[in-house]
Nanobody, 121 residues
């Protein structure tokens, strides 16, 4: 059973920042594509940002310039830095891993349990 463990969510005022972390087993972290998704109540889960094993990244248009995905190989951890947060960023944020190169939710092999981000206005 592969476990992806997220942390770092919380309640923050609009304009504030959070850093989400996702720890993965070493065998997953080194070869898998890692991504962050989010799901707000009543909405579909959506892609936020992803990073491939070669370091290539992709970010959802609406978060470009505000969110940044990165990874630390020494800690087997993927981060999502959330800056200039808006109330519409409130959601449960999920970490996911894919053995291939796609960032599509349907392609993900493993999911974390999610961490809640709430942005107050």
């Amino acid at each position: 059973q592969v476990q992806l463990v997220e942390s770092g969510g919380g309640l923050v005022q609009a304009g504030g920042s959070l850093r989400l972390s996702c720890v993965a087993p070493s065998r997953i972290f080194t070869i898998y594509t890692m991504a962050w998704f989010r799901q707000a109540p009543g909405k579909e889960r959506e892609f936020v940002a992803g990073i491939r094993r070669n370091g290539d990244t992709s970010h959802k248009d609406s978060v470009k310039g505000r969110f940044t995905i990165s990874k630390d190989g020494a800690k087997n951890t993927v981060y999502l830095q959330l800056d200039s947060l808006k109330p519409e960023d409130s959601a449960v944020y999920y970490c996911a891993a894919n053995a291939g190169f796609s960032f599509a939710a349907s392609a993900m092999n493993y999911w974390g349990q999610g961490t809640q981000v709430t942005v107050s206005s």
